[in-house]
Each structure stands twice: as C-alpha cells, then as structure tokens.
C-alpha cells in the first residue's frame, strides 16, 4: 500500500509553497512573492508523530481564467486533488475570504476528499485573531490558523490531517527505486517524455521555453521496476538566466542531478549536440553519474541511408568525455523508442553499482602491464603494486604505485579502458584515485 499523500491547494499567493517548505523542513519548492511560481506538481516525503506520508505542492488555482499556465496550473492541482488522501486549502487570514477562496472550497467539496482549512500568516502569537472566525464561511469545518514562515500551528494542521489517513501498514521499501532525472536544455521535450512514460499529463508541457520550474519527483511502476522520474527545469546559458525564478530553476536541476541515481541527457535531434548540451552533460559527468544520451525528435528529422548511425558518430564526437555513456534515438510524441529505455536505466545502474573483487582488479592490472609496459621517465620506470575498489556510483578504484609523477594521464586511460573491456561498466564515469608509497590517506 503507498504512504497517505496530502495535497496543498488554494488560489495563487497565499503561501503554500512557503507552508510546504516549512512542513518538509527544507527549501525544496520554490517560494517567490510572484504569484504562479509553483506550476507543476512538487513531491516530498515528510513524517509526523513517527507516520511517514508525502506532501504535494501545487500552483495556485486560479477558478475562471483565460492564461493557458494557469489553466495547466488548474489542471494539475485537480490532477493531485483527484489522487490526494487528504487536501489542505491554505487560505490568508490577511486578506480574509475572497470570492476565489470560495470557488476553490466548492470545488473540494465536490471532490469529496477530507479537506482541512488552513488560515496562514497568522504570524503573531497570543489571543485567536478574530478575522480567524470569517473562514467558518467556506463551509470546511474548523480553520486552523498557521504561520508558514514562524511554524505556528503546523502541528494541529498536521494532527487534523492524519485523523483522515487510513490505517498504517508496513511501509514498503524503497531501496530498489531507481532516481531518474530527465535533464536538458529548455524546450527539448524533457516533460513530454516524461508524459509518454507515464501514460498521463503529469508535468506541463508547453512551446513556451522555461514552462517547468521546479524538479519534479514522479513515482512509476512497471514491470521493469520501480522509478522516481525527477522532471527539471532546462538549464539555459548563465547569460540568459535573468530572473531569480529561472536562476533557482539551474540550481534545482543541478540538484537533481545529485540525487539522481540515473540521468537521461535530452538532446533535440534536429539541433544536434551543441555547446549547452555539452556543459549539461558535463554536470552530470563531473556529479559521476550514471547517463543514458536521449536523442528526442527523431521522427522530425528527415532520415536516408546511414543517417542515424552519422548521428551516433556525430554525438559521440561531440560528447566525447562521456564515451562509455550508451545512445538511444527516441520520439516523445510518437512514442517511438521510449520502451528501451527502461532495460537501459536498469542496466547502467546495476554498472554503476558494481563491486569487482580485489584480486579479478589485479589480474586485470597484471595483465594491462604485460600488454603495455608502464611510463619510464629520466630512467624511472613507473611501479604499480595493486589495485582496489574502494566505492560505487560511480565506481572509484585506488591504484597504488611508487610515483605518482611518473603515472601519466594516458597510461591512466589506458588501464580505465582495460577495466572496461573486462567488466563492462556501460553508462558510468569511473574514478581512479593515485596513491603513491608513503601516502598517508
């Protein structure tokens, strides 16, 4: 059974993206004084009174607009309201009930999910403000004043909403999850692939660039596994990231990248790799994980005899430092492709999680040295004595030698390539650490 899920809606402004930060404990959704920030869905796990359940974070609903993101707005709140255990309708108490306020409490009542009334910026302390009272009008039962910004009363909105949780039950674990972060420049079809593998318009998709804002978790099932697809915010040239939304948006997705266990770097085929699409995968080699190239748009490029495999060529040039990362030729909006992409994730990460025992490393290192001698240099010739896997994602080996002056960066390559040629290690960066005789650490 999954955990109880709480959604946090109401109109635009009024502070739930800041009260959903404060419940998680962390700065996770972006929070600015512009109302519309919060656009997609945002996920996040979150634990009262020894219960774990998950919040999310939707973008304001606005009842009667002509906008088209605020009307996707709308449609994605309604999306978690339909999936909800538990909504929470953040209002404020500053501005009192307004007639948007009054459309939304209709709109829960007709969902028939438990709803509990939340009243923010009720930030001073002492006797009940008295506009409090004003809120009984919505019809939700009780309102609960909170602060989002000092944590006033966020204990008894999190009591009230467990009252409506079903029953506990072993919480399943979730250490077979794979962390997917779909990353690439705006407009590249990061959330339509996203929305072809789940089957639903679960993230906005728009020719707008810059539609997506935060890094959006989405849990998925299949017979393949089990995923959390981590959609971001496309990555744009510094010199065009203006806003401080946008610049929060970079910083998210490079975040993402961390906690990701797996990247699809989206590239747009017709485009080809350029130099963004470098320096994006240049974050997620740098982060050491685990990559899978996406070339999107494939069914709008005009094909002939040998066209994908000059494109392969073309992209493996280009990317050349991530060499080991395998190449899928994908349509998002056909579908085309999309279903090998889950051997692919889980076979690059079974390769970044591997563990080779010291003594197949060795034989391997005995053998690389018979094949090709080690560097001499001023008549010193370089002395490797073993080698030793010391972690995964990504896999990091120490080398153990008597210089490491003498241990040049080509001969470092060399043995990389040897382990591979042996073991495999598809889709991960691999790290080899140099520690030469005396070395403390």
């Not at 089990?226 to 040239?237: C, K, L, P, S, V």
Request: with cysteine; net charge negative; hydrophobic share 40%.
């Amino acid at each position: 059974m999954s955990r109880p899920l709480i959604a946090i809606v109401g109109r635009p402004n009024v502070g739930k993206s800041m009260l959903f930060n404060k419940l998680i404990g962390q700065r996770l959704s972006i929070v600015e004084d512009t109302p519309g920030v919060t656009r997609d869905r945002l996920y996040a796990p979150c634990e009262w009174r020894g219960r774990s359940f998950d919040l999310v974070d939707t973008g304001g609903i606005e009842p009667s607009t002509d906008s088209e993101i605020l009307l996707f707005m709308r449609e994605q709140a309604q999306i978690a309201i339909d999936a909800a255990d538990v909504i929470v309708l953040v209002t404020d108490i500053r501005t009192g009930v307004t007639a948007a306020d009054e459309d939304v409490a209709a709109m829960l009542q007709r969902s028939r999910k438990p709803v509990v009334l939340a009243v923010n910026k009720a930030d001073a302390t002492g006797p009940t403000d008295p506009a409090l009272y004003e809120f009984y009008s919505l019809g939700l039962g009780d309102p609960i004043a909170v602060s989002a910004v000092h944590g006033h009363g966020t204990g008894d909105l999190l009591d009230a909403c467990m009252a409506h949780f079903p029953p506990e039950e072993e919480d399943e674990e979730e250490d077979d999850v794979i962390r997917v972060a779909v990353i690439g420049k705006p407009n590249v079809g990061k959330s339509s692939l996203i929305n072809r593998i789940l089957g639903e318009k679960r993230v906005i998709v728009s020719d707008v660039a810059g539609t997506t804002r935060d890094a959006v978790d989405t849990p998925f099932e299949n017979e393949s596994g089990r995923y959390i697809f981590i959609d971001t915010a496309g990555i744009r040239r510094k010199s065009k990231v203006e806003e401080r939304v946008e610049k929060f948006s970079v910083m998210r997705a490079q975040l993402a990248i961390e906690r990701a266990d797996v990247c699809l770097i989206l590239i747009d085929a017709r485009d080809g790799v350029t130099e963004q699409d470098t320096k994006i995968a240049g974050l997620a080699h740098e982060a050491g994980k685990a990559s899978i190239i996406v070339v999107n748009k494939w069914d709008l490029v005009e094909k002939e005899t040998g066209t994908l495999e000059k494109m392969r060529r073309d992209v493996q040039r280009d990317l050349g430092f991530m060499s080991y990362a395998p190449i899928l030729f994908i349509s998002a909006m056909t579908g085309q492709r999309t279903e090998k992409l889950f051997a692919l994730i889980n076979h690059v990460n079974e390769q970044t999680s591997m563990r080779i025992p010291t003594g197949q490393l060795n034989n391997v290192l005995a053998d690389a040295q018979m094949r090709v001698q080690p560097p001499t240099d001023k008549g010193r010739r370089l002395k490797i004595y073993y080698m030793t896997q010391t972690g995964i994602r990504p896999p990091c080996f120490v080398i153990f030698c008597n210089s490491k002056e003498l241990f040049h960066f080509s001969y470092q390559r060399y043995l990389e390539n040897q382990i591979r040629s042996v073991f495999g290690l598809e889709g991960t960066p691999v790290n080899l650490v140099i520690r030469q005789k005396g070395d403390r650490e």
